[in-house]
């Protein structure tokens, strides 16, 4: 009854067929209340919307001209814009404090080092899990190998730079934020989540009247934030719908369907990693997929649509509460799995890695999968969780294997609809883990 309850079209659905004109409006005005009062259901209509209006600007049915049509994207992309770059401006006091206000309360050094331990445990495994599942897929369907050859090489500037790869000792020494003010500026959400530990972890320690006044600002800090990122989910419904029609306008049905095989390499990737997280839940908490999907479909749906993780934390952390996950657990876990559990980015890295090396022509050894496999691993924990920043890595990866980039193109055609599918799943990670650590988080509380 409950699950009824939560989904009010299937009330809609149950009553009788009528035409009377009373109730006819009666109807009307409880699915308009229905859409209003959800979030979820306003960013689903502008998602359908959307698609619509992208497929009819698209280059298929010539009622614009392409270069009118780029234009008029730009314009209804202009909210999407907007509410991204509210989120973004909030990111970092809002990860910041919620991280130091769930060290900070979340009891013992000794329950911290339990709850950290078994988040790093849960990332690393997940993370690995999903790359070695990309291969698989990827080697088994290998959707590259009937587009060998295809794709002219990008031209200059039309491909993000990689980076290049520093010496792993480099790397690991790196990761601590020698310069605050230039990682804040320069938004190295890595840098912020370690300085966020470090100080997090360092008041837990000092006396708690002398911790008082810093305890209370980071409290005051992340209600702020958090008021601001509602401010932006007024923006929400209408920048699903920009962003859709772009994407739409820009992709364009055809080139979904002539790299099918690519995108369902992934996708189907995805949906075992999915699938994989749910029979988890259902088999250490007791939470059943239904019940669970009941419960974070907002949240994800917003996900899907934002295609980004660290959009979506706030809603992430609320929805973690609705699950019983104890508020300091919320806080500290979810904005380190937005930050750096990024299983759905590791899989399909891995994929593309391996269709760019079928499309040309590179046959990689064991060996050479396996580094494959780290590679990602380390590159996909820590990355930051908005659109587009897998394509760097995902550069850089392939060309430190030597693999030809050329295919990128192609790739970059679907990279924003499996970036929102890639996100879904990323954000799912984040509850998951929240959940199964929420017993851990209920003995904190207790102690």
Not at 34 to 44: C, E, G, H, Y
Not at 311 to 325: D, K, L, N, S, Y
Not at 349 to 365: D, K, N, R, S
Request: aromatic content about 6%; proline content about 5%; some cysteine.
């Amino acid at each position: 009854m409950r699950a009824v309850a939560e989904c009010g079209w299937l009330v809609l659905m149950a009553e009788p067929a009528t035409d009377h004109p009373i109730d006819i409006a009666r109807q009307r005005f409880k699915l308009r209340v229905w859409i209003t009062s959800r979030l979820w259901a306003q960013v689903m209509v502008g998602m359908v919307l959307g698609f619509g209006l992208g497929l009819l600007l698209s280059d298929a049915t010539g009622l614009i001209a392409p270069a009118t049509a780029e234009v008029l994207g730009l314009w209804l992309a202009l909210p999407g814009r907007i509410f991204l770059a509210l989120i973004a401006m909030v990111l970092v006091p809002l990860i910041f404090s919620s991280i130091v206000g769930g060290l900070t309360g979340a009891g013992s050094g000794a329950e911290l080092r339990a709850v950290g331990l078994r988040l790093a445990g849960f990332i690393l495994a997940s993370t690995t899990v999903a790359a070695v599942i990309g291969v698989a897929l990827a080697q088994w369907l290998r959707p590259g190998a009937a587009l060998s050859g295809f794709g002219a090489p990008a031209a200059p500037g039309e491909l993000p730079e990689p980076a290049g790869r520093a010496p792993l000792p480099d790397l690991i020494a790196d990761i601590l934020p020698t310069n605050p003010t230039a990682s804040i500026v320069q938004g190295d959400m890595l840098a912020v989540v370690v300085l966020a530990l470090l100080v997090g972890l360092s008041v837990a320690q000092v006396e708690r009247r002398r911790a008082e006044p810093f305890m209370a600002l980071m409290d005051s800090l992340l209600s702020i934030s958090m008021n601001i990122v509602k401010w932006a989910m007024f923006l929400a419904p209408i920048a699903v719908f920009g962003l859709m029609a772009q994407l739409v306008m820009r992709t364009g049905v055809e080139t979904l369907l002539g790299i099918s095989g690519y995108v369902g390499t992934v996708l189907a990737g995805l949906a075992v990693l999915l699938a994989l997280y749910l029979a988890a839940l259902w088999a250490v908490a007791g939470l059943s997929p239904r019940d669970f999907l009941a419960r974070a479909g907002g949240n994800l749906l917003l996900a899907f649509s934002t295609s980004s993780s660290s959009a979506v934390m706030p809603v992430t952390i609320q929805t973690a509460r609705r699950f019983g996950v104890p508020e300091s657990i919320a806080n500290l876990v979810v904005p380190l799995g937005a930050t750096m559990n990024m299983a759905g980015t590791a899989l399909y890295q891995a994929v593309a890695i391996l269709f760019l090396a079928q499309l040309a022509g590179v046959e990689l050894t064991t060996a050479q999968i396996v580094v494959v496999v780290g590679t990602l691993v380390a590159s996909s924990i820590g990355a930051p969780g908005t659109p587009g920043v897998s394509i760097a890595i995902l550069i850089s990866v392939a060309t430190s294997m030597g693999i030809p980039v050329e295919g990128m193109v192609i790739i970059l055609g679907v990279d924003r609809l499996l970036d929102m599918c890639r996100t879904t799943v990323n954000v799912t990670g984040d509850l998951v883990a929240a959940v199964l650590l929420r017993g851990q988080g209920e003995a904190v509380a207790q102690g």
